[in-house]
């Protein structure tokens, strides 16, 4: 293995200040890596040169095939309810942290590559990841932080040269992923089953100092973290709901400490508003349907809750009754933040956000979910009314009678048509425009990919000539179904 001159100048805050969760490991071998995609935006926000790392040596760096010098690769470790199942070893089967970048505004950020071969913690599975899924988490990442949610980022995606065997033979990628750190609701869990308490004071404090720095000072710091992070993840919730994604896999490895959205498995826009929404291929029972997505966010933080509980105080039973004041402050946020995000999608600020208000984005839900409209372009036909249009939603919703009542209250109230702008999408990652753009780039087509990220990229601006972009799936697209195989 060899080092390279600092393309990627690295840290290894997370393997050296909790080794007993980091496994130094090696990326598997690529034959032949080759840059596919590379977020150049995000290559100069973290203060990297973008054009070398679309060069070979840039192509083995993303891969993990050279190490950038003075990093220590790591698998991490990781426990995890899975569907309500606890396992007690997940960890990265097919992933390795490369170390922390520091951006030039000083935060931290963990490179760590995806689909880099097998790990001690792959059990069956064979490490790799498949082109097509790694380009739709870079695809539905890019498109969530335009839109405004917290989320990982994705930085290249790297095809291996190696096919990897799923039901066929599909050429293998590795995504190169930045967050603001790995650490999971099952990384506590992970340590507080293995009974180290003072492991656990340490990776508490490595969240806080990394995550939550407010909570340091606070009476009961582990407590304060749990709720800076209930608040977090409430507020990352109540954003799912108001653009109408499915994180479709909420389990707890796949929540994150810091609040940020991680790991685009069987993931997808919903169209008409459903609270029953599944796309997922193995979520029979509906557990991370669309509605249910902020009950399981609570779930998992009773979860996190309960790694915490030796940390908050000494007296197991004033532990519990701390914890769970704590977890009560979950609702009441998510209620707010959602609140006050249809509000504005609206056009009405909280300054008019008294109870009729409310009571108004409400019945809309009710209209709009009552005809199937389809959620992202139901709102811009609003937003169309806002400025005098109210033809295109009147063309949709079934209630004419209801909805002319419903407008003639909103109009009375003002709606900001411009705060209306910028808070409903035009264009979001819809489910027919993202397989498109996989299924060509599987042939070696990448023009889709690169016209549905410019259009999901801004997500805000309508653009003549992205109009198909705009709508809704064709009748014929059929129910979607997503596959956790990725
Ligand atoms: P995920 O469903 O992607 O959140 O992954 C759950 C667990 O399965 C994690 O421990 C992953 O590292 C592991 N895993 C997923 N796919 C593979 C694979 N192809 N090879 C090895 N481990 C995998
Ligand atoms: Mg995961």
Redesign the pocket.
Known sequence: MTTTPDLLPVANDFATELPELALAWQAEEAPEPRVVLLNEPLATELGLDPAPLRSADGARLLTGNVVPVGATPVAQA?A?H?FGGY?PR??????LLIGELTDPAGRLRDLHLK?SG??P?????????VLGPMLREYVISEAMHALGVPTTRSLAVVATGRPVRRETDLPGAVLARVASSHLRVGTFQYVAASGDVELLRRLTAHAIARHHPEAADAPIPPLALLEAVATAQADLVARWMLVGFLHG?M?T??MTISGETI?Y?PCAFMEALDPAAVYSSIDTGGRYAYGNQPMAAEWNLARFAETLLPLISEDSGRAVELATQSLGTFRARYSASFTSGLLAKIGLTSAVGDAAAVDLSEQLRGLLQESRVDWTSGFRALTAAARGDAEILRGLVVDLPGLDAWLQRWHEMGPDADLMDRSNPVYVARNHLVEEALDAATAGDLGPVHRLLDAVQQPFDERPGLERYAEPAPQDFGRYVTY???
């Open positions: 990781y995890g899975q396992s997940l960890g990265d089967g097919r992933a689909g097998r790990t913690f792959s059990r069956g599975g064979d490490g790799r990841a896999v389990n490895d796949n790991d498995g956790c195989g990725t």
